[in-house]
């Protein structure tokens, strides 16, 4: 079983970097169904979809076609109780309290825990970010994690760099929580996004 879990995600983590390196179309649409198959599969092995992506974000595109392919082999939405993946997914996160900044087709997020109102993590999405916080979500999580911001970018990459690298310079990490986690605040990381922010406006003029 863990050999062809192994299997599943290597063939998902290909597809998927094809995906956003692809020079065309047919390449892009290639590596869509490979992600939909691998995804769609997932139950059938005994796998969760967050066991094959490790966290990874999945594009709409492949949202789309794994759900056409399950439409065709299972009971129409109408006709069961069950609710779609992406509302249960969802419902694991609360955004009661979520701000949201700037533009672009990225983003950057921080979300947290009540019980440790002290820290956040400080990750980024190229996909649709609940989904992408709800992913991480496991059983020995200590509470339903509350998603308080999300800064649309045109480079999450860069702006996710610049908020680890000046918060790890404060000494503002917390030790032995990985690397996206630190002890600040939302005011924190907009205070830093807005500096930058009014930076790249000052050099572009």
């Not at 789309?64 to 249960?88: C, I, L, M, W, Y």
Request: hydrophobic share 35%; aromatic share 8%.
């Amino acid at each position: 079983m863990a050999n062809k879990l192994a299997g599943q995600r290597m063939k998902f983590t290909k597809a998927r970097a094809r995906y956003y390196q692809a020079d065309d179309e047919s390449q892009r649409q290639d590596a869509v169904r490979k992600m939909a198959e691998v995804l769609a599969e997932a139950p059938a092995n005994g796998f969760a979809e967050a066991d094959v992506t490790q966290g990874g974000d999945v594009p709409e595109e492949v949202r789309a076609s794994t759900t056409a392919q399950g439409a065709d082999a299972t009971t129409p939405a109408e006709e069961t109780d069950e609710r779609p993946a992406e509302v249960q997914l969802s419902d694991t996160v609360d955004t009661s309290d979520l701000v949201v900044r700037g533009s672009g087709p990225e983003a950057v997020y921080a979300y947290g825990y009540p019980c440790a109102p002290d820290r956040l993590k400080i990750g980024r999405a190229t996909g649709e970010v609940v989904t992408r916080v709800a992913h991480q979500i496991y059983t020995g999580t200590p509470d339903k994690p509350s998603l308080y911001l999300i800064i649309y970018t045109r480079d999450c990459a860069g702006l996710e760099r610049v908020l680890h690298d000046v918060f790890r310079f404060q000494g503002k990490k917390v030790a032995g929580a990985g690397a996206e986690w630190f002890r600040v605040g939302r005011g924190d990381i907009l205070s830093i996004y807005e500096s930058v922010s009014t930076a790249s406006v000052a050099n572009a003029t």
